[in-house]
């Protein structure tokens, strides 16, 4: 009797990534965006490579001045700070081609550090195993 044992070293199916995408299609009006925002920051501060891809009405957030004044709870920081803490801690802000030009954007409209980029960018990341937070 022959036995064979088959030892195949690339079946780990336990692999993590510390890339995480945060999908944002809610605006300046709805409390989601923010806590897209706070989920986002959460990431960076727990050392995930985080990217915010704003979709839909989430590019709205991302206009120069937008969420200058919205506070959706009291208890939380404004959206302005959210944002401005998230890419100034090394976070990436992506908004969709054509979510942008649907709405009348450019990028010199937007927040400086916004980059308007397509769906390929974001399967390169999904690839290499990023998490997906959709809000």
């Known amino acids: 009797m022959t036995t064979t044992t088959n030892t195949d070293t690339n079946t780990d199916t336990n692999t993590t990534t510390d890339k995480t ?3 944002l299609s809610r605006s300046i009006d709805d409390e989601r965006a923010t806590v897209a925002w706070t989920l986002a920051n959460a990431g960076v501060a727990n050392g995930q490579d985080v990217t915010v891809f704003c979709v839909s009405a989430g590019v709205d957030v991302l206009r120069k001045g937008a969420a200058d004044t ?3 709870n009291p208890h939380d920081p404004s ?3 959210l944002i401005g803490k998230f890419m100034a801690d090394g976070g990436t802000v992506w908004a969709c081609p054509p979510c942008s030009s649907l709405r009348g954007y450019t ?3 937007f927040l400086d550090g916004v980059t308007i980029t397509g769906a390929g960018p974001v399967y390169d990341l999904i690839k290499q195993g990023a998490a997906t937070i959709c809000l």
């Open 79 to 81: 959206m302005k700070e």
């Open 107 to 109: 990028e010199d409209q």
């Open 21 to 23: 995408i945060v999908f």
């Open 70 to 72: 919205v506070q959706m």
